[in-house]
């Protein structure tokens, strides 16, 4: 029902800035979840970042301590788009970026949530 496309990766150095992009089509709907996962070489998928939307409540997000401070999720409605800015980059934030998108809607959008819609992920590359 839902498509999901990342965008916007690519090879930065150190203190750099990026914004990716997950464009959603198929089925959408006025309120759900997308969150934002990263998966290094070698190394377990992690949680990143997630936000949470709905037609009658506050918009809410989320995120690993890790990039507290340096990323942030956004949303266009209208784009049926969800954006994470990356700032301040780090050689240990490089990996494939993983969108996902869960149906329901969370007044505390934490990792532990399970997503049903996933993208096909985004390189990003940190050099020192």
């Known amino acids: 029902q839902v498509q999901l496309v990342e965008s916007g990766g690519g090879l930065v150095q150190a203190g750099g800035s990026l914004r990716l992009s997950c464009a959603a089509s198929?089925?959408?709907?006025?309120?759900?979840?997308m969150g934002w996962f990263r998966q290094a070489p070698g190394k377990e998928r992690e949680f990143v970042t997630a936000?949470?939307?709905?037609?009658?409540?506050?918009?809410?997000?989320y995120y690993t301590d890790s990039v507290k401070g340096r990323f942030t999720v956004s949303r266009d409605n209208a784009k049926n788009t969800v954006y994470l800015q990356m700032n301040s980059l780090k050689p240990e934030d490089t990996a494939v970026y993983y969108c996902?998108?869960?149906?329901?809607?969370?007044?505390?959008?934490?990792?532990?949530?399970?997503?049903?819609?996933w993208g096909q992920g985004t390189q990003v590359t940190v050099s020192s």
């Open positions: 996902a998108a869960n149906r329901n809607y969370y007044s505390d959008p934490e990792g532990n949530l399970e997503y049903e819609y």
């Open positions: 936000i949470s939307w709905s037609s009658w409540r506050n918009t809410n997000s």
């Open positions: 198929g089925r959408t709907f006025s309120w759900g979840t």
